[in-house]
């Protein structure tokens, strides 16, 4: 294995710096490592949805993933390391595989999100049986690959894929499916809608393939640089590419230098007893090491010279205080006692009681943006005249806005009519719809129709404008003299 042909640095790395880092390799092979997918699935595909059916043939697409990524794993471990990698040659090792490990990993293991991490030890490797156990157990232990939520993501991707290329191509459709149609075709779709939604499928899981793959197989390999230690053999191999000839000197010179040396020590002999004098005299100095002294009370001895023995009342006090502790719970169990007999005595104590209404509160009308041609504080008191003045200046946007403001007010407080500032024309009308008489409809269906006209079309409503305003003013009027008869 030559190192020096990486494509990255061999250090040591967090779990989330190997799958940026597989980001990045994933883009520079991306193209190869998709089409390499989707020959492999597609005429699966196509052969099993001829013979037997479409859906199972997109299952069986989905069954024989873990086949499918073992060529993704040899083409990637040739472009790691630099080496010339072919699509052919990639697709070829399906030849190669033990029909054994394939079948684990389709039944026993088809779930594991360890298949990624592990297969490398298999194909790559090509180790079996105890020693295979062995290996994995190595890589696996006191480390954290974080294949699971690699798996995760890679699923979840996968899915977010599938439903935007799926909502992508029926907002393309020139004729839309409408929501009845689309629940009938989740029960008993087309053809060609189950043969188009499986095409998606299998697209969308030939993108997301490479990045499971090529995640397990880096994290592969920086387990190995953790435990061989790549990093440090590839960094003497640059010392001795660069130091080759200064070596030999330095040899040279340590060998001259260790040779001349006098092979006889004349260091002279350590008096330990004088040493010994004077550590002692040095911790004698006060000025050197500050020493303290502490009084503390041997209470001890204190107790056992005492004539009079007053361990006797500690005693009472003890006993005292459980007794204490005994009645307070024996008075806690009685008065919840009491309260159980009093609540089955008053079986109707809860039955008069009740929260206190809430007040209402009187809200400000909401008027829609789209109709906020004035502001509230520019707003006359009598909107019914103003909106009449303005038509007959000629300022019929305005007229009608004004119209608009008194009519939506009075439907909000009248008939609670909910209202946000977000709604356009049709959102009001049916909002107002499903609370307004049919004949308020009608009222507010020649005004949105007038707004709609001169707003949007830029042209002169073709409506009698007394005669709405009119309506308008009967409509409100009818409700203040219910208000006051009541």
């Not at 993704?72 to 040659?89: C, E, G, H, R, T």
Request: charged letters at 20%; a neutral charge.
């Amino acid at each position: 294995m030559e190192l020096n042909r990486l494509s990255f640095n061999p250090r040591k790395r967090s779990a989330y710096e190997t799958f940026d880092l597989t980001v990045l390799l994933v883009k520079q092979h991306a193209v190869a490592l998709v089409s390499l997918y989707l020959m492999m699935a597609v005429p699966v595909f196509l052969i099993v949805g001829f013979l037997v059916n479409w859906g199972i043939g997109g299952f069986v697409v989905w069954w024989l993933k873990p086949v499918f990524e073992r060529p993704l794993l040899d083409y990637m471990s040739k472009a790691v390391f630099n080496q010339p990698v072919n699509i052919m040659s990639s697709l070829k090792l399906l030849k190669q595989l033990k029909m054994t490990d394939m079948l684990a990993h389709l039944t026993v293991f088809r779930l594991s999100p360890n298949r990624a991490f592990l297969a490398p030890v298999e194909q790559l490797e090509r180790l079996s049986g105890e020693r295979k156990t062995k290996r994995k157990q190595v890589l696996f232990a006191s480390t954290k690959p974080k294949q699971t939520l690699w798996m995760l993501f890679c699923v979840h991707f996968e899915f977010i894929l599938l439903m935007g290329i799926s909502a992508l191509t029926i907002a393309l459709v020139p004729h839309s499916f409408s929501a009845q149609e689309a629940m009938y075709q989740i029960f008993e779709a087309p053809i060609w809608v189950e043969v188009a939604f499986n095409f998606i499928y299998i697209f969308s899981i030939s993108l997301v393939a490479p990045l499971f793959v090529t995640g397990g197989f880096l994290a592969y390999l920086h387990r190995r640089v953790e435990l061989e230690g790549w990093d440090i053999e590839l960094a003497f191999k640059n010392i001795r590419t660069r130091l080759a000839g200064v070596v030999s000197a330095v040899a040279l010179l340590l060998l001259t230098t260790f040779t001349l040396q006098p092979s006889t020590s004349y260091a002279e002999q350590i008096d330990k007893q004088a040493v010994k004098e004077q550590v002692t005299a040095l911790y004698n100095e006060p000025n050197v090491i500050e020493t303290e002294t502490t009084w503390v009370p041997n209470i001890e001895a204190k107790a056992s010279s005492s004539d009079s023995d007053w361990s006797w009342l500690i005693d009472v006090f003890t006993a005292i205080g459980e007794v204490f502790g005994v009645l307070v719970w024996v008075l806690v169990g009685l008065l919840v006692i009491w309260l159980v007999y009093y609540l089955m005595q008053k079986r109707g104590f809860f039955a008069n009681l009740s929260l206190p209404e809430r007040s209402k509160v009187n809200e400000q009308p909401v008027i829609p943006t789209l109709f906020a041609e004035i502001k509230s504080k520019d707003l006359p008191t009598d909107l019914i005249a103003a909106a009449k003045q303005c038509f007959e200046q000629g300022q019929h946007r305005l007229a009608l806005a004004y119209l608009l403001h008194h009519a939506l007010s009075w439907a909000q407080q009248r008939h609670e009519v909910r209202l946000h500032r977000s709604m356009t024309e049709r959102e009001c009308k049916r909002a107002i719809d499903a609370r307004v008489p049919n004949q308020g409809q009608a009222i507010f269906a020649r005004l949105f129709s007038a707004w709609v006209t001169v707003a949007w079309g830029h042209k002169t409503p073709d409506i009698d404008f007394i005669e709405l305003i009119e309506q308008i003013k009967a409509m409100t009027a009818e409700t203040k003299e219910q208000a006051h008869e009541a």
